[in-house]
Structure formats: structure tokens, C-alpha cells
């Protein structure tokens, strides 16, 4: 064992904590006890640390004075004064309480319930004095009332409350109207390029119609030029311009033209003569033409060149690709569908064949009747009846009825076979 002295045990300098029962049973009167309490309440509401930081507080703030220790802080909040804390610890503790808090306030509240607890004014204070509630003021004690700087006081935090609130309202009310201001600006702005830009478009739509209308016109009048121009013209131009370079020309006019059959039929022609028109403003090539319009190429090369027809299918695609008239294309279409080379063939066959004799006419050497009946020696120079009319001229009008649709398939090739039994 040691033989060293022992040193004597000290006093627990944290003593225990001590509950609300323990300091109504200790303090001298109700009263005492809300005055320990409130005072209890300011270090736990306001105070992170407890007692500890508010004496770490109250050296930091030069409020600490001799003689303060944890202990003696404790005692005065554990109820071992019955009548309540001094009021040098309530005025420390005050003091050490965060700047956001209203310390003016509290110390007035602080006194009123001090005045409760003993009796009397805290010695050598001369402020404010609020009584709690429901606590009368007491005889003798003007300042146990609410006084006037303290209703001040309230008033002005209440002033200034409003204030700021008034302020802040009145920011937020301004930033709205900037913001309608700005977005009415915008609105006007977007009205004014709105009427600018319809405008805009109007005028553009009239160009792009009077451009439909002079493209047409001039594809209308190559069509005119195919039924009617004659080689010679088209080889021998009025004024003999020189070509534009290839940086400049934008359109090749005349390129599918070129691809036209001479032997194709002249409605054909036309035909062809309109597609490629369409085809050159449009700048496209034959195999572009073929893949926009959902065609075969050779197909298209054939509707260029006047050797074939496009359907009514074919017609649509290419009207929507070439942007042309679907009205001419169908009426050029149908025109070219009733005439063939063919017919044109035929009618120059038919026209060099001569038509047979009648049999009404006598043969020549084979004279009956007298010389004023022989009609084959004195023919009748005043007939009472028209002249038949030339295979050709029945062949034309039995082409034009059924062009007009006046006579049906069936019925135009039975007259036609019987017309050709004749030759």
C-alpha cells in the first residue's frame, strides 16, 4: 500500500441538475419560483452550452466580476436562494444572451418578476419595468407598470416590422410590374414582326403566283411552238445570242429538249415538250425526276422523249414533283393517248390511195343506152345528189366522233374494219 498522504475530496464543482419540482418546493413563494424559472429559461432558449459557455461568454464580454465560479451560478439557479438570483447573475446572464435577442425586453421582464419575488426594485436599476401577466401593479410603485419607453420600444419593432414588410411588398409589386412592363414591350415587339412577316408573305405569295403564271405561259408556249414550228425554225434562231457560262447558268434551257423524238406523234410531242419545260425550271435530271416521282427511269425517259404516256397515276407524280398544272398535263395526256404514229401512218397511206370505181359507173367500151342516157359519154353536169364522201374523209369523221366520245370502243372498230372492207 501507499503511504502517501490522500488529499481531501473536494466539492463537485458540476452539481446535479435539479427539476421544477425541486425549485417550487425550495423557493420562498410561487413567485420566486417564476423568477427562477424565467431566469433558468433564458440560458436553455437562448444559450448553446448552458452555464458553462455563459461563463465563457461573460469573461469574453469583460462581464464576469470575483467571486463567480460555476458553483456560485448553479446555486443561483437551483433554488438554493429561496428568493430567486441575484440580480448581478440575472444582469450577467442578460448580457451574455446572443445580440439578436431583445435584451431591453427581457431585462424589463427580468425586473417585473424580480419586484414579484421580493418586494422590491432590483437595487440601483432605474429601467423599465414590465409586470407579468395577470400580476397587478404594486401600491406605491409607479414603475411596476408598463412603461412608456418599453410601449416605445414595442411599437417601433412593430413599425419596423410593417416596414419591411410594406417594403417587401412593395418590391415584389414592383418587380411584377417590370416584368408585365417588359413582357407587354415583347408582346408589341412579336405583334409588329408578326404584321411584318405576314406582309412579307403576301408579297412572296404574289411573286410565287405571278412566277406559276409565267412559267406555265411560257410551258403553254412551247407546247404552241412544238405543233407549229418547223424545223428550219427551230434550227435557225432570229438573233443568234451567246451561251450564258456555266458559272451563270442556273437552268439548262433546252438540254431535254433536245431528247424529243422527230418520229414521235405531234400531240406526243406537245407532251413531251411540256414535261421538259417543267423539268428545266425545276433543274432536275432525268433520274432525280424518276426517284422523287416513285418512276421507273426508263419510263420517264420515255414520257421526255414522246414515246410514251404517263397514267393518271404517273400524271399526278409528276405534276407534284414538277410542280406544274395538273389540268394541262391531264388534257395533254389525253390528247397524246388518242394519237399514235401509227394513225399518223395510216392517214398518210389512206390519203395517197385512190378510191375504187362505183359500180353504178359503166365500164368504158361497154356503152348501153342512147348517147343522152350514157352517163360515161355525157356525164351529168348538174347531179341531183351530194357527192359520197372519200374513204379519208369517212376515216377522219369516224376518228373525230370517237374522239368526242359520241360512238364507244366497240362500235368505232366495227365501222372502222367495215370502212377498210371497202378498199
Same mark, same amino acid.
Given at each position: 500500500?501507499?503511504?502517501?498522504?490522500?488529499?481531501?475530496?473536494?466539492?463537485?464543482?458540476?452539481?446535479? #441538475?435539479?427539476?421544477?419540482?425541486?425549485?417550487?418546493?425550495?423557493?420562498? *413563494?410561487?413567485?420566486?419560483?417564476?423568477y427562477?424559472l424565467y431566469?433558468? *429559461?433564458?440560458?436553455n432558449? @437562448?444559450?448553446?452550452?448552458?452555464?458553462?459557455?455563459?461563463?465563457?461568454?461573460?469573461?469574453?464580454?469583460?462581464?464576469? &466580476?470575483?467571486?463567480?465560479?460555476?458553483?456560485?451560478?448553479?446555486?443561483?439557479?437551483?433554488?438554493?436562494?429561496?428568493?430567486?438570483?441575484?440580480?448581478?447573475?440575472?444582469?450577467?446572464?442578460?448580457?451574455c444572451?446572443?445580440?439578436?435577442c431583445?435584451?431591453?425586453?427581457?431585462? =424589463?421582464y427580468?425586473?417585473?418578476?424580480?419586484?414579484?419575488?421580493?418586494?422590491?426594485?432590483?437595487?440601483? @436599476?432605474?429601467?423599465?419595468?414590465s409586470?407579468?401577466?395577470?400580476?397587478?401593479?404594486?401600491?406605491?410603485?409607479?414603475?411596476? !407598470?408598463?412603461?412608456v419607453?418599453?410601449?416605445?420600444?414595442?411599437?417601433?419593432?412593430?413599425?419596423?416590422?410593417?416596414?419591411?414588410?410594406?417594403?417587401?411588398?412593395?418590391e415584389?409589386?414592383?418587380?411584377? +410590374?417590370n416584368?408585365?412592363?417588359y413582357?407587354?414591350?415583347?408582346?408589341?415587339?412579336? +405583334? =409588329?414582326? &408578326?404584321? +411584318?412577316?405576314?406582309?412579307?408573305?403576301?408579297?412572296?405569295?404574289?411573286? #410565287?403566283?405571278? %412566277?406559276?403564271?409565267?412559267?406555265?405561259?411560257?410551258?403553254?408556249?412551247?407546247?404552241?411552238? !412544238?405543233?407549229?414550228?418547223?424545223?428550219?425554225l427551230?434550227?435557225?434562231?432570229?438573233?443568234?445570242?451567246?451561251?450564258?457560262?456555266?458559272t451563270?447558268?442556273?437552268?439548262? &434551257?433546252?438540254?431535254? %429538249?433536245?431528247?424529243?423524238d =422527230?418520229?414521235?406523234?405531234?400531240?406526243?410531242?406537245a407532251?413531251?415538250?411540256?414535261?421538259?419545260?417543267? #423539268? !428545266? &425550271? #425545276?433543274?432536275v435530271?432525268?433520274?432525280?425526276?424518276?426517284?422523287?416521282a416513285?418512276?421507273?427511269?426508263?419510263a420517264?425517259?420515255?414520257?421526255?422523249?414522246?414515246?410514251?404516256v404517263?397514267?393518271?397515276? +404517273?400524271?399526278?407524280?409528276?405534276a407534284a414533283?414538277?410542280?406544274? %398544272?395538273?389540268?394541262?398535263?391531264?388534257i395533254?395526256?389525253?390528247?397524246? *393517248?388518242?394519237?399514235?404514229?401509227?394513225?399518223?401512218?395510216?392517214?398518210?397511206? =389512206?390519203?395517197g390511195?385512190?378510191?375504187?370505181? *362505183?359500180?353504178?359507173?359503166?365500164?368504158?367500151?361497154?356503152?348501153?343506152?342512147?348517147?343522152?342516157d350514157?352517163?360515161?359519154?355525157?356525164p351529168n353536169?348538174?347531179?341531183?345528189?351530194?357527192?359520197?364522201?372519200?374513204?379519208?374523209?369517212?376515216?377522219r369523221?369516224?376518228?373525230?366522233?370517237?374522239?368526242?366520245?359520241?360512238?364507244s370502243?366497240?362500235? @368505232?372498230?366495227e365501222?372502222?374494219?367495215?370502212?377498210?372492207?371497202?378498199?
Amino acid at each position: 500500500m501507499s503511504t502517501a498522504a490522500h488529499r481531501p475530496p473536494t466539492r463537485n464543482a458540476r452539481p446535479y #441538475a435539479v427539476d421544477t419540482a425541486t425549485i417550487r418546493r425550495r423557493a420562498a *413563494s410561487p413567485d420566486a419560483a417564476e423568477y427562477i424559472l424565467y431566469v433558468r *429559461s433564458l440560458i436553455n432558449d @437562448y444559450v448553446d452550452g448552458g452555464q458553462a459557455q455563459v461563463l465563457r461568454t461573460a469573461r469574453t464580454r469583460r462581464l464576469s &466580476f470575483p467571486g463567480l465560479n460555476r458553483q456560485k451560478l448553479s446555486e443561483n439557479l437551483n433554488g438554493r436562494y429561496r428568493l430567486g438570483p441575484s440580480w448581478d447573475i440575472t444582469e450577467l446572464i442578460i448580457g451574455c444572451l446572443p445580440d439578436s435577442c431583445d435584451t431591453a425586453s427581457i431585462r =424589463a421582464y427580468a425586473a417585473g418578476w424580480y419586484q414579484c419575488a421580493r418586494n422590491q426594485l432590483p437595487q440601483g @436599476y432605474d429601467g423599465p419595468v414590465s409586470r407579468p401577466q395577470g400580476k397587478p401593479g404594486l401600491r406605491n410603485v409607479p414603475e411596476s !407598470e408598463p412603461a412608456v419607453p418599453v410601449l416605445q420600444r414595442r411599437l417601433a419593432r412593430l413599425q419596423e416590422r410593417l416596414k419591411d414588410e410594406t417594403m417587401r411588398h412593395v418590391e415584389n409589386l414592383r418587380m411584377s +410590374e417590370n416584368s408585365r412592363n417588359y413582357e407587354i414591350r415583347r408582346a408589341n415587339q412579336l +405583334e =409588329a414582326r &408578326f404584321h +411584318e412577316t405576314r406582309d412579307e408573305l403576301l408579297r412572296v405569295k404574289t411573286i #410565287a403566283a405571278d %412566277v406559276a403564271t409565267i412559267r406555265e405561259e411560257y410551258a403553254r408556249q412551247c407546247v404552241a411552238l !412544238e405543233l407549229i414550228a418547223t424545223p428550219v425554225l427551230r434550227n435557225k434562231p432570229i438573233v443568234d445570242l451567246p451561251e450564258l457560262p456555266a458559272t451563270r447558268r442556273r437552268i439548262r &434551257f433546252g438540254h431535254l %429538249v433536245a431528247t424529243i423524238d =422527230a418520229q414521235a406523234p405531234p400531240a406526243r410531242r406537245a407532251l413531251a415538250r411540256y414535261l421538259c419545260a417543267y #423539268a !428545266e &425550271f #425545276a433543274g432536275v435530271s432525268t433520274t432525280e425526276l424518276a426517284s422523287r416521282a416513285d418512276i421507273a427511269a426508263s419510263a420517264v425517259s420515255d414520257f421526255l422523249a414522246g414515246r410514251l404516256v404517263p397514267t393518271t397515276s +404517273e400524271g399526278i407524280r409528276l405534276a407534284a414533283v414538277l410542280d406544274c %398544272v395538273p389540268e394541262t398535263l391531264r388534257i395533254l395526256s389525253t390528247t397524246a *393517248s388518242n394519237d399514235t404514229a401509227l394513225d399518223e401512218c395510216f392517214w398518210r397511206i =389512206a390519203d395517197g390511195i385512190v378510191d375504187p370505181p *362505183s359500180s353504178s359507173v359503166a365500164i368504158a367500151g361497154e356503152v348501153v343506152g342512147s348517147e343522152s342516157d350514157n352517163r360515161s359519154t355525157h356525164p351529168n353536169t348538174d347531179p341531183t345528189t351530194p357527192a359520197l364522201p372519200t374513204l379519208t374523209g369517212r376515216l377522219r369523221q369516224l376518228a373525230d366522233a370517237y374522239r368526242e366520245g359520241l360512238i364507244s370502243d366497240s362500235e @368505232y372498230a366495227e365501222q372502222r374494219a367495215r370502212i377498210l372492207g371497202e378498199l
